[in-house]
């Protein structure tokens, strides 16, 4: 059985119940919500936009910490929450349900296929990257547009890396915590990366130790964005981290990478400053928040 696990870089068929109409000024939106997900949809359709929540996070977390339901209407695209958490890698199985899940729900409730975007925060960025990567080398007919992710933990070898690191700096008893964890459940699922790494180039969005893309080899040509916030004076101050440990250093080797494979175009790396806040005030660079919510929309519909 799989086994899931909480790291310190990770902030991280159905029954269907009635709920009312919501009414904007400029769109009727119905909302239908499923143990799987939750459907906003609008009565116009100018695209899709399908989110996946962080490793321990649910949609109501989504919808606090990323509200772009209302602005998403204005612009008549609906928005797809989808309740698929506690995963950083995708195993074939799964994505084989996934993919059969978003293709059922789409097809069944009736929304436009010709504009789908995916994207996730953290953890579910990585489901993100996997889950539009299938889509598209599969026989599955939807086929995104682009995907976009938010400071996801796309290496897990460096999560490995920098979890041993933590351990011998000893700074803070929940560093301590999970970076024991992580080594002990990525040593169960992976193995011990000093005899062999394969693993984790099979189950990881990328690995930079061996420049290997091959589970995003199906993104060539689509629109990719990547959001993060290297704030290196947060990292230092709570975790006694370098650049090189944080999410954001190979976010942006993952995007010079995808530059030089792909088309240069279409890949995007957006490096934020001083936007990762919370829904309640907290200062956090790990947040929805960094994504510019109109910039975003606007990125959909181009």
Not at 30 to 37: F, L, S
Not at 41 to 55: A, D, E, T, Y
Not at 138 to 149: A, C, E, H, M, T
Not at 273 to 294: F, L, M, Q, T
Request: aromatic share 12%; net charge positive.
């Amino acid at each position: 059985m799989q086994k899931y696990f909480i790291v310190l870089f990770i902030f991280f068929i159905s029954c269907k119940s009635k709920n009312p109409n919501i009414k904007s000024k400029e769109n009727t939106l119905k909302v239908i919500k499923t143990t799987d997900y939750e459907l906003v949809k609008s009565k116009n359709q100018n695209g899709l936009l399908i989110l996946f929540p962080c490793f321990p996070c649910d949609i109501e977390n989504t919808k606090t910490e990323f509200n772009i339901a209302e602005i998403s209407a204005k612009n008549a695209i609906s928005v797809l929450y989808m309740n698929f958490n506690m995963h950083l890698y995708l195993t074939e199985t799964e994505k084989l349900d996934l993919a059969t899940l978003i293709t059922k729900t789409i097809r069944e409730e009736k929304i436009s296929e010709k504009n789908i975007f995916i994207g996730g925060f953290s953890g579910g960025g990585n489901v993100s990257l996997l889950i539009t990567d299938y889509l598209l080398k599969s026989k599955n007919l939807i086929k995104p547009k682009g995907v976009f992710i938010v400071d996801a933990p796309i290496d897990l070898l460096a999560l490995y890396r920098v979890s041993e690191k933590n351990l011998k700096l000893n700074f803070s008893k929940s560093s301590m915590q999970e970076s024991k964890w992580i080594l002990r459940e990525f040593d169960s699922l992976f193995g011990n990366p000093s005899e062999g790494i394969n693993t984790y180039e099979k189950n990881a969005p990328y690995t930079f130790e061996s420049e290997n893309i091959n589970n995003l080899i199906g993104l060539n040509g689509l629109k990719v964005r990547l959001y993060t916030e290297p704030d290196l004076i947060w990292w230092k101050k709570k975790a006694k981290n370098n650049y090189e440990d944080l999410n954001a250093f190979y976010l942006k080797k993952l995007s010079e990478k995808l530059k030089l494979e792909f088309n240069e175009t279409n890949i995007e790396l957006i490096e934020t400053k001083n936007k990762g806040y919370r829904a309640n005030g907290e200062r956090h660079p790990h947040s929805w928040s960094i994504v510019d919510k109109e910039d975003l929309i606007k990125w959909i519909l181009e």
